[in-house]
DNA sequence: CTACAACCTTGTAGTCCCTGAATTTATTCT
DNA sequence: AGAATAAATTCAGGGACTACAAGGTTGTAG
């Protein structure tokens, strides 16, 4: 927490749900650690550009050694756009909670829009200065490297457990889950550059249409 | 082209279409370059890893300097599973070619079907190698940096004209291209794991379902 | 409260990725 | 052939990232 304004806000970070109080002074210092690191990167890289700030630098701002930067992230890019462990075992979790009989779209919509409300209205300016620097650096949408694509494996697997299908064996739960993240990460990245219609609102219709196998929306041309 | 058995099956690169004849010694030399290089990157990074290969020794495997390596892939990544703008070309212009009363989920997946019939028989061999290579390393996988994003943006381009939207305003465009290209990206893995059913079959059935949009599969526990 | 183990942080040194600028070599045009 | 153009090479350098070997902090058990 470099020289910010409320020092008290310390609950300004990317993650959305409550965390368990109940943890030691050891793995509240890593957490503080990796919220100050993902902080000071965001911040840093949305004033200079991605280019305009070293590891050296986002470390610094976070009062740690360079070394222990790649302590916490495998990369650079992680720090910026990297998916949490924690985040993802929420997801999963709410998606495990979801009725048993609801549609396996059906529950990932659900989950996918509870998110987006959480994220509204309290830490818009931190995810809409996220969302401007994957829009000035292309990479950065799909790639994020390795954590994406744990994202996408542990998601399908949790689908793939609300449904009976084993991941490795049936492309089923993979297919939906991509579609759904592309939707989400598209859609994201609408939001951020008009500030118009609210974010849940965006995503809600574009499920609608994934729903429906993708018909040519009304301002089509039919012929 | 290194100590490779056959030095005149020249056409096995990763590209699929037909490219006109008609160049001048240039082009045709940046032409084979980069398809050394890419031949190269491949060979070298199947047999010993990504992190067992350097740069400078796929550019001395191509006979090129380290620099020149850099003037054809703007990343070490990108010249394993980064997408030629050639073959950009030929897909949005296969796309257009398509009938105009056609369903763009339709046309899409038409164009793709094709793709992957035009591959299977001859290069599968250098189509697996990628695929392990990919595999091996999922950051790979959604990544090539920003190759992926521009090819999606040029789908997405190509079908907002097909159907009179503009990809700017409207989503749908984007996600359309998003979900399909999600699909062969996921079932072109699965095909390289299991070299059971072919390919266009894996793609058809996950279009199918997608145009039906994604309903719980056969297999799947209804409650 | 002290000893001890486990863990985290840090500094060092080095490799490799990638870039800009200047120079040299190869193709094309006239 | 000679001029114009484009590509390849060399050189110098910054920055990401890692293995290794200390040194500090935190948890734990007597």
Request: one cysteine or more; aromatic letters at 4%.
């Amino acid at each position: 927490m470099t020289t910010q304004a409320g020092p008290d806000r310390a609950t300004m970070e990317p993650s959305v749900g409550a965390r368990p109080a109940e943890l030691g002074l050891r793995e509240r210092k890593k957490l503080r650690t990796r919220r100050a690191l993902r902080m000071a990167a965001i911040r840093l890289v949305a004033e200079r550009g991605l280019d305009g700030v070293s590891v050296d630098e986002i470390a610094a701002a976070a009062e740690v050694s360079t070394r222990t930067f790649f302590n916490y992230f495998p990369t650079k890019d992680d720090a910026l756009v990297g998916i949490d462990p924690e985040d993802i075992r929420e997801i999963t979790e709410a998606l495990a909670a979801r009725p048993a009989d609801e549609d396996p779209l059906a529950a990932v919509r659900a989950v996918m829009l509870q998110r987006a409300e959480l994220i509204a209205p309290e830490q818009a300016d931190l995810w809409r200065a996220r969302l401007a620097i994957i829009r000035r650096h292309p990479h950065l949408m799909t790639a994020s490297a390795a954590s994406w694509s744990s994202y996408e494996n542990a998601l399908a697997e949790a689908v793939g457990r609300r449904c009976g299908l084993d991941p490795a064996r049936d492309p089923y739960p993979a297919v939906l889950v991509a579609a759904a993240l592309a939707i989400v990460r598209i859609l994201s990245v609408r939001w951020q550059e008009s500030p118009g219609a609210p974010l849940v609102d965006l995503l809600s219709q574009a499920f609608d249409s994934l729903a429906r196998g993708l018909p040519p929306p009304p301002g089509a041309s039919p012929a």
